[in-house]
């Protein structure tokens, strides 16, 4: 019974940066593991990080290794994606999602409490 709300998408050129982050609110946050999934038009939708409870193991999918950054901040109830080297096939609504299954999971079904999304839009 959490609450997430995504901000911070926008349109970027090629090679650019952006960071999203993810305001929590509601029953639990700092237990459960986090993560950001993207929805580009006419694809399904895809895993792209995600952060232990307690911050310290991530995952990414492969595409986005070494140009993506999650993390979080339990204080503030915020997780975060920081997102360089933008190319064209990162274009998509990003949206976060936290899970109640052990650390390891990539399955859309295994999160729940879904944000709104943000759309990311990077131009040649």
């Known amino acids: 019974q959490v609450q997430l709300v995504e901000s911070g998408g926008g349109l970027v050129q090629v090679g650019g940066s952006l960071r999203l982050s993810c305001a929590a609110s509601g029953r639990t946050f700092s237990g459960e593991d986090m993560g950001w999934f993207r929805q580009a038009p006419g694809k399904e939708r895809e895993f792209v990080a995600a952060v232990m409870w307690n911050g310290r193991n991530t995952d990414y999918v492969e595409s986005v290794k070494g140009r993506f950054s999650i993390s979080r901040d339990n204080a503030k109830k915020t997780v975060y994606l920081q997102m360089n080297s933008l190319k064209p096939e990162d274009t998509a609504v990003y949206y976060c999602?936290?899970?109640?299954?052990?650390?390891?999971?990539?399955?859309?079904?295994?999160?729940?409490?879904w944000g709104q999304g943000t759309q990311v839009t990077v131009s040649s």
């Open positions: 999602t936290a899970s109640r299954m052990p650390w390891g999971t990539r399955q859309m079904t295994d999160y729940y409490a």
